[in-house]
C-alpha cells in the first residue's frame, strides 16, 4: 500500500462504540458468575428492615481499596461498599487467600447481597480469589514486560499507536499500520498539557497497582496522553492501559475535577476488561461478539441486536467504578455528572445551565445520593 501522509481526517469507530462492544462482553461475564451459596454456613438474607428498598446487587471484580468500620470488612468493589459481616456473610477462599486476613487490594470477589439505608451493599455471600488463580479472572497486565511501553513524557509533536508507540509528527504513516481505532493520533507538544493529564490520572490509579512490578500479570500499564481529535469528546480507552482524552474535551471541562471523572472513566474501563484476559474470556467475548448491536455499523459483521439492558447495566457499571475512583483519589465525584453534561453537545450554548443530564450522568447522581457526600459536607481536601 502506498503511503499517506496523516491528516485529521483518519477514520476511527467512535470511543463511545469502543466502550459498547466491551460493555456487551463484561455484561456476560457478570451474569455467568451468580454468587454461589455456601453449603457450610448459612447465609443471612437481610430483611426489608435492614436494607430499606431491598435491591439486590451481586457480581463479581477487583477489589480497590480495603477497610473496615465497627470490626467489619468493607470493600471497594465494581462501585459500590461492601460490607462482610462475621459470621453472617457465606465466605469461600481460592488457594493461596485462606482467610479475610488474606485479602488485599487487587483481589478479586464474587459477591451477592443487598443494599441498606447507608448505601452499604450487606454481602450475602462472598467467594475470594487471587488474581490470575482462577480461570476467567487473571488480570490485563502486559503478557510481556517487553510488550508494553513505559510512559514517555511528550517532548515534540508526535503520533502515537494504539500500542502508545510513538513516531515522528512528520513521518509518513500507513492507515492499516495504526492498530485499531486508537492508532494514529497526533499528541501535541504541550508539556503544561500532558503534564496534568498525566498528574491527575496516575493520582486515579489505584495504589495496589502503582505498586506492583512491571512483569506481574495483574499490572496494567497505564499510560495518558491529550491527543488532537475534533471528533471525539470523551476519552479513548485503547490497548490495555493506554487512555487518550481529546484537547478539546480538556478545554471544555471547567476544573481538575471534572477532568478527573472522565479519565477515571477509561481506568474503570480497563478494569472491566480484566475478565476477558484469559482463554476462557476470549472464548465469551467471541461467543457474544455477534450479539453486538447493529446500531453500531462497520464494527462487526453482525445483524443481531444488542440486548439494550445488558449494555445498559456495564455502561453502570463503569460510572459506578468512575465515582469510587475519584473519591478514594481525594476528587469531587458529584463533579462527575456536570463532565458528562459539559461534553454531551456538539457545540455549548450560551447558557450552559440548560444543558441536560446525560443518562450515565443521571445514573451517577443517583448512586451519589446513595453513596457520597457532598463536597461541601466534607472536611477541605487539598488539590494534592
Given at each position: 500500500m502506498a503511503?499517506?501522509?496523516?491528516?485529521?481526517?483518519?477514520?476511527?469507530?467512535?470511543?463511545?462504540v469502543t466502550v459498547?462492544?466491551?460493555?456487551?462482553?463484561?455484561?456476560?461475564?457478570?451474569?455467568?458468575?451468580?454468587?454461589?451459596?455456601?453449603a457450610q454456613t448459612p447465609p443471612v438474607i437481610p430483611t426489608k428492615n435492614d436494607v430499606g428498598k431491598d435491591e439486590r446487587i451481586s457480581g463479581l471484580s477487583v477489589i480497590l481499596t480495603v477497610g473496615s468500620v465497627a470490626g467489619e470488612r468493607i470493600f471497594q468493589v465494581d462501585g459500590y461498599?461492601?460490607?462482610?459481616?462475621?459470621?453472617?456473610?457465606?465466605?469461600?477462599?481460592?488457594?493461596?487467600?485462606?482467610?479475610?486476613t488474606d485479602v488485599i487490594p487487587g483481589t478479586w470477589i464474587r459477591f451477592g447481597g443487598a443494599r441498606d439505608d447507608a448505601g452499604l451493599?450487606?454481602?450475602?455471600?462472598?467467594?475470594?480469589?487471587?488474581?490470575?488463580?482462577?480461570?476467567?479472572?487473571?488480570?490485563?497486565?502486559?503478557?510481556?514486560?517487553?510488550?508494553?511501553?513505559?510512559?514517555?513524557?511528550?517532548?515534540?509533536?508526535?503520533?502515537?499507536?494504539?500500542?502508545?508507540?510513538?513516531?515522528?509528527?512528520?513521518?509518513?504513516l500507513r492507515y492499516s499500520d495504526a492498530g485499531g481505532p486508537c492508532g494514529w493520533h497526533h499528541v501535541p507538544a504541550d508539556e503544561a498539557l500532558q503534564e496534568r493529564v498525566e498528574r491527575i490520572s496516575m493520582r486515579l490509579v489505584p495504589d495496589y497497582q502503582k505498586q506492583l512490578a512491571h512483569n506481574v500479570p495483574s499490572?496494567?500499564?497505564?499510560?495518558?496522553?491529550?491527543?488532537?481529535?475534533?471528533?471525539?469528546?470523551?476519552v479513548l480507552s485503547c490497548n490495555a492501559g493506554l487512555i487518550l482524552i481529546p484537547k478539546n474535551a480538556v478545554e471544555r471541562l471547567q476544573n481538575?475535577?471534572?477532568?478527573?471523572?472522565?479519565?477515571?472513566?477509561?481506568?474503570?474501563?480497563?478494569?472491566?476488561?480484566?475478565?476477558f484476559s484469559t482463554a476462557d474470556g476470549v472464548k465469551m467475548g467471541a461467543e457474544v461478539a455477534g450479539a453486538v448491536a447493529a446500531g453500531f455499523p462497520?464494527?462487526?459483521?453482525?445483524?443481531?441486536?444488542?440486548?439494550?439492558?445488558?449494555?445498559?447495566?456495564?455502561?453502570?457499571?463503569?460510572?459506578?467504578?468512575?465515582?469510587?475512583?475519584?473519591?478514594?483519589?481525594?476528587?469531587?465525584?458529584?463533579?462527575?455528572?456536570?463532565?458528562?453534561?459539559?461534553?454531551?453537545?456538539?457545540?455549548?450554548?450560551?447558557?450552559?445551565?440548560?444543558?441536560?443530564?446525560?443518562r450515565e450522568g443521571k445514573y451517577q447522581l443517583s448512586i451519589l445520593k446513595l453513596q457520597y457526600k457532598k463536597a461541601s459536607d466534607l472536611p477541605h481536601r487539598s488539590s494534592e
Open positions: 503511503h499517506r501522509p496523516l491528516t485529521n481526517r483518519a477514520r476511527h469507530v467512535s470511543p463511545r459498547f462492544v466491551l460493555i456487551a462482553f463484561c455484561w456476560l461475564a457478570t451474569f455467568m458468575a451468580q454468587p454461589a451459596r455456601s461498599r461492601i460490607k462482610i459481616i462475621a459470621p453472617g456473610t457465606a465466605t469461600s477462599f481460592t488457594d493461596p487467600i485462606k482467610s479475610m451493599v450487606i454481602a450475602r455471600t462472598a467467594e475470594f480469589y487471587a488474581a490470575g488463580t482462577r480461570k476467567g479472572l487473571a488480570a490485563i497486565g502486559p503478557k510481556k514486560a517487553k510488550d508494553t511501553p513505559n510512559y514517555q513524557p511528550v517532548t515534540r509533536d508526535s503520533i502515537l499507536d494504539a500500542n502508545g508507540h510513538f513516531a515522528n509528527g512528520h513521518t509518513k499490572r496494567v500499564s497505564f499510560r495518558f496522553y491529550a491527543v488532537a481529535d475534533d471528533k471525539a469528546r470523551s481538575d475535577d471534572q477532568l478527573a471523572a472522565v479519565l477515571a472513566d477509561g481506568i474503570a474501563l480497563n478494569f472491566i476488561r480484566q475478565l462497520g464494527v462487526l459483521a453482525s445483524d443481531a441486536i444488542v440486548n439494550h439492558v445488558q449494555a445498559l447495566k456495564l455502561e453502570r457499571e463503569c460510572a459506578r467504578i468512575a465515582l469510587q475512583l475519584m473519591d478514594d483519589a481525594g476528587y469531587d465525584p458529584w463533579q462527575a455528572p456536570e463532565a458528562w453534561r459539559l461534553l454531551a453537545p456538539k457545540e455549548l450554548p450560551v447558557d450552559i445551565q440548560s444543558l441536560d443530564y446525560t
